[in-house]
């Protein structure tokens, strides 16, 4: 069964599969939430991390870049023992060091938006490279679940699901040719 099949009337994929998955983002603080919540899933359900979306965007300060870049021991001691959210070490240095890393590429290309424009449309293989180079803590299945979810990569949606028409006339970059 589908995802379109499956999260309709779920009270938590319901939710994010009719209003947040697929469609196209374009904010900074959205787009480094997405990649870490896709990263923090790794090994994991993506229910468990929609039940922990509400605490991580609280234990990472809304994924303001600026803040969360600048974590030391005394923040990663703080999510360490946050029991509302997957205390995984590697997972919080990387959401610090991913923080960093995308800071310099606003800086670089003015948005994680922008950043993203710049290299689209390319397949999943080339991104998962490109993500590579930039970020850590990054593979294929984390890349693509992003790029799709964010509207880089088709695949969120079934063509027959009307949410797959909704997000169609947002015009998501993987519908718009180079």
Request: neutral net charge; glycine residues 8%.
């Amino acid at each position: 069964m589908s995802y379109c099949e499956e999260a309709p009337g779920h009270p938590w994929h319901g939710p994010y599969h009719d209003n947040e998955y697929g469609f196209p983002i374009r904010s900074d603080t959205r787009l480094f939430e997405r990649l870490m919540l896709e990263i923090n899933q790794a090994g994991l359900s993506w229910l468990t991390v929609l039940k922990k979306q509400a605490a991580f965007r609280e234990a990472f300060e809304g994924f303001d870049l600026d803040r969360v870049a600048a974590y030391g021991d005394r923040e990663r001691k703080r999510l360490l023992e946050n029991e509302g959210i997957i205390r995984n070490r590697r997972k919080i240095d990387a959401a610090i060091e991913n923080a960093r890393r995308a800071v310099d590429l606003r800086e670089r290309s003015g948005s994680i938006a922008a950043w993203l424009d710049e290299h689209h449309p390319r397949p999943k293989d080339e991104w998962v490279k490109i993500f590579k180079k930039e970020f850590v803590f990054v593979g294929g299945e984390i890349v693509g679940e992003f790029l799709m979810s964010t509207g880089y990569l088709p695949g969120a949606h079934e063509t027959g699901c009307p949410v797959y028409r909704k997000i169609a006339r947002l015009n998501p970059p993987w519908m718009t040719p180079a």
